[in-house]
């Protein structure tokens, strides 16, 4: 278990750091909108979803309702879906763990839990050291906020760096980037198809289907 301990602090390192900044920036936000230290820890460890979190503190200060709510939550938490097919055989016989372990499932925590064969206690702690630093990240903003005046201005661009982080770490971990490039082009395409407030689920039915598509074609050709 100390090795699996090991192995999972010394992985999640740069999601600590992308964490920190990007939960940073969360508990300023909230801060600047009037919702105290208590409000944010709460929502990073309840929530625990950083773009929707971001995105919260609009609805919740906008009194927006909760019909509006489900459906923002569902544009921008869509990916998950697709997250969580892919996970069904590795979480299989987790136990009383696998709850959490869907609760927890990020996109920096799947991108950890997806590459490669890992035991069952290595996605727990993974799941537990990246949602720990959500939470730390966030508390630490909404402290700082309360001490040192900050302009929330751009604050936001922190979550697409992230994303961008991630993307460019595991195109340099693998070398079959045909899904990668899968992914760009079909997200560029119904961006331009269906506008930046649209493209979301359409572009998440097209990634799917090509994929299948090509897990078929490759299972075909390796039949041959």
Same mark, same amino acid.
């Given at each position: ?48 979803a950083g773009s929707m979190q971001y995105l919260a503190v609009d609805l919740l200060a906008g009194g927006a309702s909760l019909i509006s709510a489900a459906i923002a939550t569902l544009m921008v938490n869509a990916r998950h879906i697709f997250y969580g097919i892919s996970m069904v055989d590795r ?32 996605? %727990? &702690? /993974?799941? !537990? @050291? ?9 508390? #630490?903003?909404?402290?700082? =906020? ?15 760096? %992230? &994303? /961008?982080? !991630? @993307? ?9 980037? #045909?899904?990668?490039?899968? =992914? ?15 493209? %979301? ?24």
């Amino acid at each position: 278990m100390k090795n699996e301990i090991k192995r999972a602090l010394r992985d999640t390192i740069p999601v600590l750091s992308g964490y920190m900044v990007l939960g940073m920036g969360f508990g300023i936000v909230m801060h600047s909108n009037g919702f105290g230290v208590w409000w944010t820890l709460a929502m990073s460890a309840l929530i625990y979803a950083g773009s929707m979190q971001y995105l919260a503190v609009d609805l919740l200060a906008g009194g927006a309702s909760l019909i509006s709510a489900a459906i923002a939550t569902l544009m921008v938490n869509a990916r998950h879906i697709f997250y969580g097919i892919s996970m069904v055989d590795r979480y299989k016989g987790t136990g009383a763990r696998k709850p959490y372990l869907i609760f927890a499932l990020t996109d920096e925590t799947y991108s950890l839990v997806c590459s490669g064969e890992k035991s069952k206690r290595y996605y %727990l &702690f /993974v799941s !537990v @050291f990246d949602h720990i630093y959500w939470i730390c990240g966030s508390v #630490i903003g909404s402290l700082l =906020g309360q001490i040192i005046p900050f302009s929330t201005e751009g604050i936001d661009f922190a979550l697409t760096a %992230l &994303f /961008v982080t !991630v @993307f460019v770490e595991q195109w340099k971990n693998t070398k079959d980037h #045909i899904p990668a490039m899968v =992914g760009v082009c079909a997200s560029v395409l119904c961006l331009v198809l269906f506008g930046k407030d649209d493209f %979301l689920i359409p572009a998440m039915v097209l990634i799917t289907a090509a994929l299948s598509v090509l897990k078929v074609v490759r299972g075909e050709a390796e039949e041959k």
